[in-house]
């Protein structure tokens, strides 16, 4: 123990291991000034949480275009109330992705937009569905899926990044309220 930490007396039970502020963390730190926000401390998981955040972000590139789909084609069926929530939906998706793909950046990673594998990357599907009933089941589907997807990935990142961990559960919270609304439209 150092010098410094006499006067602490530690708790019983307590081992060894002190909350203490690693100097080579920060020496390192004031260097690679190209890696922008990723400082050492992010160890070797970077390039796990870069590809998590981008199947994350195919989810809601897919989510966004179902659910524009969907607004637009139930127009003339008998609910537009449903119809317009299908458009406030594709709007919040498409802000979920941009907060991931934002926070992709700033890991140093590349937020991966290409069209020609989105469907294969996400883990919820795109629909064609025409009747109301089965858009809305649909889209439920789709919500449970990503409900369990960022409760998955939200366990897996833990403390090894927080603020992504944050940003997953800001996301999640709104994809529980999604799903709620669907339900209650289902049985509507
Ligand atoms: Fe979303
Ligand atoms: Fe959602």
Partial sequence: MSAKHDNVKPLKGEGQQ??????????????SLDEGAVTPSYGPWREDIVKLLNDALATELVCVLRYKRHYFTAQGLASPKIAD???VHAQEEEAHGDQI???IVQLGGEPDFSPATLVQRSH????ESS???????TNLVAERIAIEAYTQMIALIGDKDSTTRRILEGILAQEQEHA????DWLVD
């Fill in 18 to 31: 002190r909350l203490v502020i690693d100097q080579q963390g920060l020496d390192a730190a004031r260097r």
């Fill in 85 to 87: 929530e299908f458009l």
């Fill in 180 to 183: 709620d609304e669907l339900k």
């Fill in 131 to 137: 009747e109301l009933k089965s858009m809305i089941r």
């Fill in 124 to 127: 919820a599907d795109y629909d």
């Fill in 101 to 103: 793909a934002e926070r």
